[in-house]
């Protein structure tokens, strides 16, 4: 048991560990700051990696897609129910910001941000996903549109030939490559986060403490509400009467394993045990919870609201109006549905958040959002895999009628 949890919260207990121990520096110590750069080699190397990282494994993703007919039609309405299911997350995380804000003072050290002037929707849209010109695609600053190419990209290589294809093995090459680069930066991220908090504590001092605080008092019991509230819900919807009833009784397991394991993938075998036993159809559960363990985050939804809504705290920025409302939802919704399929996809939606609304603080606001991600990890991902067992139930009653589970059982 040791072993097993060693391997799978040791490198999140470092990390942990590390963050405690800059904050300790950082309050004995008015001089951490000069601990600052440790942090910033870290930052400068992930900003060299995410372009070509999210070129190439979105690319690579869809190049190599080989699903047909039906699979399509279950495709089709789990990426629909994905999004609705991740949009109604995002949407109680900004009302929840709205009324408990995690920063109630800016961080009095951090260099004041700013907020675009509001813009039509038509425009924000057209700003959110494209960009004039080819060579601005090349930079981190425009991720968003930066993956909407590689999506269109990935398309055109699978209509030329798909998996077959020399371009299609190369960019799945370049994503395992540039994934092997990731995990030995990754390697160095304690030592990193050590010497950004130990400066950050030494700057900002004790505010930052009641801020995370504030965070998490928000965010576990909303994970608990939305398991509790939610779940019943969709299942109802889902398999009608008898929903509710059979989702309880088998939900516990893939629950439990996602809080042991601290992954969505690793969760796929009881996921698929659960989701035979309730009666869900082979077919809808082979596509749905695979699908599901890599593009269904709710609780990245979740996280990645709470992430804005600190950030726009810290730097002293209101959170509110339409414009940063439709941004933030964009985001969330597009992080559970799209980033999380791209490998090291939680710190490439983090760099969404801060280069979108934050852009010159992004050397701060940038780790201050990921450790943000490394504390909510546990319930986020426990909503998150728990949550694709009970999507088989919606996705059944839209692929083989609303009466599939009386039927079944």
């Given amino acids: 048991m040791s072993k097993t949890f060693f391997k799978t919260y040791g490198f999140l207990c470092a990390m942990l560990l590390a963050i405690a121990a800059g904050c300790v520096t950082g309050a004995l110590w008015s001089g951490a700051t000069a601990l600052e750069p440790l942090g910033t080699v870290f930052i400068n ?108 990209f990935g398309f055109g290589v699978n209509l030329s030939g798909g998996a077959e294809t020399l371009t299609a093995k190369a960019l799945a090459d370049l994503t395992r490559c540039l994934m092997k680069v990731v995990t030995l930066v990754t390697y160095y991220a304690p030592v990193a986060f050590f010497g ?63 809080l042991g394991t601290c992954s969505s993938v690793a969760t796929i075998p009881t996921n698929m045990d659960a989701a035979e036993d309730s009666g869900v159809p082979h077919d809808v559960a082979d596509l749905v ?55 090291g996809g939680g710190y490439i939606g983090e760099y969404i958040i801060c280069t979108l609304f934050f852009p010159e603080q992004i050397a701060v606001a940038y780790p201050i959002a990921v450790t943000i991600g490394n504390l909510v990890d546990p319930p986020a991902t426990m909503i998150n895999a728990a949550g694709d067992y009970v999507v088989t139930f919606i996705v059944s009653r839209f692929t083989e009628g609303r009466d599939w589970l009386s039927r079944g059982n």
């Fill in 45 to 152: 190397l992930m900003f060299c990696l995410v372009v070509p990282l999210v070129f190439c494994s979105l690319a690579s993703s869809v190049a190599n897609m080989r699903s047909r007919r039906r699979a399509g039609k279950i495709m089709g309405v789990t990426l629909g129910v994905f999004i609705v299911t991740g949009l109604v997350a995002a949407v109680l995380m900004l009302l929840a910001m709205r009324a408990f804000p995690p920063v109630t003072a800016p961080w009095s050290a951090a260099e004041s941000g700013t907020v675009d002037e509001q813009a039509s929707v038509a425009t924000l849209l057209v700003n959110f996903f494209t960009v004039s010109d080819f060579a601005s695609l090349l930079s981190r600053r425009a991720m968003l549109p930066l993956i909407v190419f590689s999506l269109l």
């Fill in 196 to 258: 950004f908090f130990a400066s950050l504590v030494a700057a900002y001092g004790a505010q930052i403490t009641a801020a995370y605080g504030r965070a998490l008092l928000v965010y576990y019991p909303l994970c608990l509400l939305y398991a509790a509230v939610a779940f019943p819900l969709y299942a109802r919807f889902g398999g009608g009467r008898e929903g509710i009833r059979v989702m309880l009784r088998h939900i516990l397991r893939p629950a439990v394993t996602a």
């Fill in 289 to 343: 919870l695979p699908l599901g363990a890599t593009m269904h985050m709710d609780g990245s939804c979740f996280s990645c609201v709470l992430k804005a809504a600190f950030l726009f705290g810290v730097f002293g920025v209101p959170f509110m109006g339409l414009s940063t409302y439709i941004k933030v939802l964009l985001v969330a919704v597009f992080s559970s549905v799209a980033m999380s399929g791209i490998p």
